[in-house]
C-alpha cells in the first residue's frame, strides 16, 4: 500500500476508523435518517454509479427496487472474486462502518426486510463483524469464485442455492432473495452513499467530472514499484492514478481487470471516465488497473488469463462453456508462436459465437478483454505468427 | 409491439428441435447450440413465424424458451 500523495488521490473513503464505532462518529457524525424522497434526491443529483463493474447509476436501481409493493431486501456486495481487485477488502478493513452505514441508511429509507453484506470466503470477517454488532444487519460469509459475485449468482446464494448465475429475464430488482425485489449494490458504492447521505450531492460533485462525479478506489498491479488501493478524483488521467504506485517500463495497462481492456502506454493521458475510456472499449468497471511490463508478452498474459476464466466458468451456459476453452487453446498457441495464420481468425469467430448468449457477464467480458488483446496488440500478434516475440525479443516457439 | 424469443442459457443443452421448427429465426453453432441468426441477444420472430416459435417453446425439453411481446 502506498502513502506517496500526488495531487489527484483523494481521502474520503480509505483515511477511516477501522472497526471503532465511536470514532467513526466523530469523524462522520450520526447515521442520518433520511426519507426515501430526500435520499433518492440526493443519490440523483450526485450522479453516483455502482462501483462493482457495471457502472449502473445507483439512483435508478434504489427506484427500481424502491417501487414495489413488497419489503425488500439490501445486498452489499463484497464478495470481489476478481483476482486483481482488493479495494472492496481494503476498504471494509479501514473503514467498515462507512459500508455498513450506506446498507442501513438504505434498508431504514426502503423499509427493508433484511439489509446482508455479503463477503468471499477469503475474507477477514472479523472487523466487519465487530462494526456490525448493534446494527440491524447481517454479515453473510458465502463461497467465492469469479462469478461468484454476479448479481444472481449472489441472490442464488443468499437462498441457499448454489453460487452460479440464473436467467436474468426476470430482474433481481423485481424477484431476487426470497421472491422480493433485492437491490444489490457494491461496497464501494455503500460507502459512497453514505458519503452522499451526509455531506450531499454537490459536495459529492466538487471531484470527478459532470458526468463522471466522485471519486473511485483503485487497485493496482503488475508491473509497478509499490501496488496497493488507491482513492482518486474520477477526472484523473491514467498517468497521475498510476503514478504513486511507481510504474516500471509500462507497456499497456488492463483497465478494469479480466473483462477489461486495455491502454496501450501512449494512451497513458487519457481520463478515466467513460467517455474517454470508450475509445480503447475500457471502461473504469471495478477499478482494476494492471500494468503489463515491456518484457512482458501480452500474448502469454492473455492466454493464461483467458485459461483461467475458461476455468472459473459456472458451466451453465453451453457457448461460455466450450467457447472459452477454445479461445484459450487458440490464444496459448498463438503466445507459443505456432505458425497459423487463420488462428487470430479462429478467436474472433469464436468470440462472435460466444458474445451475448449466456445468462452473466462473463462470456462477454471475457470477449471484450480477448478483442481488446487482438486490437492493441495488433503488431505483436503478427510478429508471433512469424515466430518471434518483439517483447521478450526470442523466439516464440 | 414485436415477439422475441428468449434462450435461458442456463438450461439449455443444445437439443436443437428449436432450430429445426424455426429455421428462420434460428441457426446451430458448432456445439448444437441454437444461435440467433439476426445476432440479436433476443431475436425478433416474424409475423408468419410465431406459431412455429410457440411451438418450439413448448416442445423444448428442458423449458428453456420463452416467447415475449416487447416494444420495437
Known sequence: ?397 | MTARLHVDWTRCDGHGSCAELLPDVLAVDDFGFPVSRSGDRDPAVPRRSVDAARHAVRNCPLMALRLYDAAG
Not at chain 1, 9 to 32: I, K, N, Q, S
Not at chain 1, 353 to 374: E, N
Open chain 1, 1 to 397: 500500500m502506498t502513502t506517496t500523495t500526488a495531487p489527484v488521490l483523494t481521502r474520503r473513503l480509505l483515511d477511516g476508523t477501522g472497526a471503532d464505532g465511536a470514532a467513526h462518529v466523530a469523524r462522520y457524525g450520526m447515521l442520518p435518517r433520511l426519507r426515501l424522497d430526500d435520499l433518492l434526491r440526493a443519490v440523483t443529483e450526485s450522479g453516483l454509479t455502482g462501483r462493482g463493474g457495471a457502472g449502473f447509476p445507483t439512483a435508478i436501481k434504489v427506484r427500481a427496487v424502491a417501487g414495489g409493493f413488497r419489503r425488500p431486501i439490501v445486498v452489499g456486495n463484497a464478495m470481489e472474486g476478481e483476482p486483481l481487485s482488493s479495494k472492496d477488502a481494503v476498504l471494509l478493513s479501514r473503514n467498515p462502518h462507512l459500508v455498513l452505514d450506506g446498507l442501513e441508511i438504505l434498508a431504514r429509507a426502503m423499509r427493508a426486510k433484511r439489509a446482508v453484506l455479503a463477503v468471499g470466503p477469503d475474507f477477514d470477517a472479523a472487523p466487519v463483524l465487530a462494526a456490525a454488532r448493534g446494527r440491524r444487519l447481517e454479515v453473510a460469509q458465502l463461497e467465492g469464485g469469479f462469478v461468484a459475485g454476479q448479481e444472481t449468482a449472489l441472490v442464488n446464494q443468499l437462498d441457499g442455492r448454489p453460487a452460479v448465475p440464473r436467467d436474468p429475464f426476470t430482474r433481481v430488482t423485481e424477484s431476487g432473495v426470497d421472491g422480493r425485489p433485492t437491490l444489490v449494490l457494491n461496497a464501494e458504492t455503500l460507502a459512497q452513499l453514505a458519503l452522499v447521505a451526509r455531506y450531499g450531492a454537490e459536495w459529492f460533485r466538487s471531484a470527478g467530472t459532470p458526468e463522471d462525479a466522485g471519486t473511485s478506489l483503485f487497485t493496482i498491479s503488475g508491473s509497478v514499484a509499490r501496488p496497493g488501493v488507491v482513492e482518486a478524483d474520477r477526472g484523473s488521467t491514467l498517468r497521475d492514478v498510476l503514478a504513486p504506485t511507481q510504474p516500471v517500463r509500462p507497456a499497456a495497462v488492463l483497465v478494469g481487470g479480466y473483462h477489461g481492456a486495455w491502454v496501450p502506454v501512449s494512451g497513458l493521458d487519457v481520463r478515466l471516465t467513460q467517455r474517454e475510456l470508450t475509445a480503447y472499449g475500457a471502461s473504469v468497471g471495478a477499478g482494476v488497473l494492471h500494468v503489463l511490463g515491456s518484457g512482458s508478452c501480452p500474448l502469454s498474459f492473455a492466454a493464461g488469463v483467458v485459461e483461467y476464466l475458461a476455468g472459473e466458468s459456472a458451466r451453465q451456459c453451453g457457448p461460455c462453456l466450450n467457447g472459452l476453452p477454445r479461445m484459450a487453446a487458440d490464444l496459448r498457441r498463438l503466445a507459443a508462436g505456432t505458425r497459423d495464420a487463420s488462428l487470430p481468425a479462429e478467436v474472433e469467430r469464436m468470440s462472435a459465437l460466444v458474445r451475448g448468449r449466456g445468462a452473466c457477464a462473463h462470456p462477454d467480458g471475457t470477449v471484450r478483454f480477448v478483442a481488446s488483446t487482438l486490437d492493441v496488440f495488433r503488431a505483436h500478434v503478427t510478429a508471433h505468427l512469424e515466430g518471434w516475440c518483439p517483447m521478450t525479443a526470442r523466439s516464440a516457439s
